[in-house]
């Protein structure tokens, strides 16, 4: 029988992982609790996407079977400064590991810096937690503005996401949040 402490690449993962589980585990076990009233709130959700590939190598060769699993963190922030202002922060982290993480590591050995640099983003809020082969973590703060309301007016000011419209297949008028229909994810 093998423990999951007994792979080699679970020895290897930064302390981050770890923090960032128990956080997760805090905001669990603190949603439980009887809540008075307060001028923050702390959301999000963890999943896990498995993929299994199979691929066929040649006339007299078998078929490769790869499997991959994704699991995709979001943890999002909300400080009511007061009945005007807001404060808003999100973290998205994606933990990436399986045999095609290894493929693409060894043919590109810079893959998880390309994907660290895939974002053009005018200030650099995403990182590299963890790059030790077999496993990617990838961490991006990807909403972080301060909104203020008052009557009809609403002013936003920060890195955010504009949806510029949904339809069930295509957003023709959507191509900055543009989305695959065969991701059923």
């Given at each position: 029988?093998?423990?999951?402490y007994d792979?080699?690449?679970?020895?290897?993962?930064?302390?981050?992982?770890?923090?960032?589980?128990?956080?997760?585990?805090?905001?669990?076990?603190?949603?439980q609790e009887?809540?008075?009233?307060?001028?923050?709130?702390?959301?999000?959700?963890?999943?896990?996407?498995?993929?299994?590939?199979?691929?066929?190598?040649?006339?007299?060769?078998?078929?490769?079977?790869?499997?991959?699993?994704?699991?995709?963190?979001?943890?999002?922030?909300?400080?009511?400064?007061?009945?005007?202002?807001?404060?808003?922060?999100?973290?998205?982290?994606?933990?990436?590991?399986?045999?095609?993480?290894?493929?693409?590591?060894?043919?590109?050995?810079?893959?998880?810096?390309?994907?660290?640099?895939?974002?053009?983003?005018?200030?650099?809020?995403?990182?590299?937690?963890?790059?030790?082969?077999?496993?990617?973590?990838?961490?991006?703060?990807?909403?972080?503005?301060?909104?203020?309301?008052?009557?009809?007016?609403?002013?936003?000011?920060?890195?955010?996401?504009?949806?510029?419209?949904?339809?069930?297949?295509?957003?023709?008028?959507?191509?900055?949040?543009?989305?695959?229909?065969?991701?059923?994810?």
């Amino acid at each position: 029988m093998i423990y999951l402490y007994d792979l080699i690449w679970f020895k290897k993962i930064s302390p981050y992982f770890y923090i960032i589980l128990f956080l997760l585990m805090c905001v669990i076990t603190h949603a439980q609790e009887t809540q008075k009233e307060k001028n923050w709130q702390l959301t999000g959700y963890i999943k896990n996407l498995q993929t299994l590939s199979i691929i066929d190598v040649g006339i007299n060769a078998d078929k490769q079977w790869l499997t991959d699993n994704l699991i995709h963190n979001r943890l999002n922030f909300k400080w009511y400064i007061n009945d005007n202002f807001t404060f808003k922060a999100d973290l998205r982290n994606r933990i990436l590991f399986g045999e095609s993480t290894k493929l693409n590591t060894t043919f590109n050995p810079n893959y998880a810096k390309n994907l660290n640099d895939a974002s053009n983003d005018f200030l650099k809020l995403s990182w590299l937690t963890i790059d030790k082969e077999p496993i990617i973590m990838h961490s991006v703060i990807d909403r972080l503005y301060m909104e203020w309301v008052q009557g009809n007016w609403e002013v936003r000011l920060g890195r955010q996401r504009i949806n510029w419209g949904i339809s069930t297949v295509w957003n023709p008028n959507d191509i900055f949040n543009a989305f695959s229909y065969t991701d059923f994810d």
